[in-house]
């Protein structure tokens, strides 16, 4: 037996070392979509409708799909993701263009880095309009849409797969800085997700919640600019066990599992994509006291 838990533990690669690893293996991950069969969690998948507040990046994402899938319809829209009338729109007009809707993912957020002194009660309520409201509004439009059946378009019951993008701050604190309109925001959008399921009993329509943990994106790209021009990417995402920060890719992944059959199963859950930060109160590793 060992005297000390850390004498139990493997040789530890450098900090150089597991840099050059981290970086290999997100560049393996980025090219996995790409790269790999269709498979079939997209099989079936016949028309997206992707609807974004900023339209600019609409054109080049809708071009990507078709190229990469040509026999998926593409509709994109210019739309705010809180606006009632959009997502209700958007609902009705799956609705007259292919009879069915299946699968809803709200990923619409808002966060700023404001200490607690520096909020407002205006960026308090936008912050819970952004990433609450408009995941209140999937699920009231989402679920509808989907009670509906059509056999001619082979959907003879109800059922359906809601989506909703919170984050690991919505399970506990500390995922970040105190920012508490988009912890408070997050923790509301995991409620929704455990709530509405009870509100949608017997349907066979799911709603569960992806926590992501830190990813590399829009919303995170200035404190990864600041890291690296600071000669610091390494530390990034050192928290969590694997040591690591994730990429969009692993969120699309684990978004394609749950609007697959494959998680015909899970329902009302709030699932953590953090490399293992919430697993565990904070720890130093290697200290046990």
């Known amino acids: 037996m060992p005297s000390h838990p850390k004498a139990a533990q493997g040789k530890q690669p450098s900090a150089e070392e597991h840099h050059q690893r981290t970086l290999a293996r997100i560049s393996q991950i980025q090219s996995h979509l790409s790269n790999s069969p269709r498979g079939q969690r997209l099989k079936g998948a016949t028309h997206l409708y992707l609807l974004d507040f900023s339209p600019e990046n609409l054109p080049e994402l809708k071009s990507t799909i078709e190229t990469s899938y040509p026999d998926v319809k593409v509709t994109t829209i210019q739309a705010d993701a809180a606006n009632e009338s959009a997502i209700a729109a958007v609902c009705e007009q799956a609705l007259q263009d292919e009879g069915r809707l299946d699968v809803f993912f709200a990923n619409a957020g808002f966060a700023s880095n404001k200490a607690l002194p520096q909020l407002t009660a205006e960026g308090f309520m936008e912050s819970m309009r952004v990433n609450a409201l408009s995941c209140f509004l999937a699920v009231k439009y989402g679920s509808d849409a989907m009670m509906k059946t059509n056999s001619s378009r082979g959907k003879n019951v109800s059922g359906g797969s809601i989506i909703l993008t919170a984050s690991v701050a919505g399970l506990r604190s500390g995922a970040g800085t105190i920012d508490s309109e988009k912890l408070i925001s997050d923790h509301s959008v995991n409620s929704i997700a455990k709530t ?7 349907t066979d329509i799911r709603v569960n919640t992806i926590c992501p943990g830190l990813i590399e994106t829009n919303m995170t790209k200035d404190m990864f600019d600041f890291a690296r021009q600071r000669g610091r990417e390494s530390k990034i995402g050192q928290l969590n066990p694997m040591g690591r920060f994730g990429v969009a890719q692993e969120i699309a992944h684990m978004t394609l599992f749950l609007a697959s059959d494959e998680s ?11 490399g293992g930060l919430s697993s565990s109160h904070p720890v130093v590793p290697g200290r046990w006291a």
Not at 196 to 201: D, E, M, N, R
Not at 266 to 272: P, R
């Open 196 to 202: 509405s399921v009870y509100q949608l009993q017997k």
């Open 264 to 274: 015909s199963y899970v329902n009302g859950q709030n699932i953590a994509v953090d």
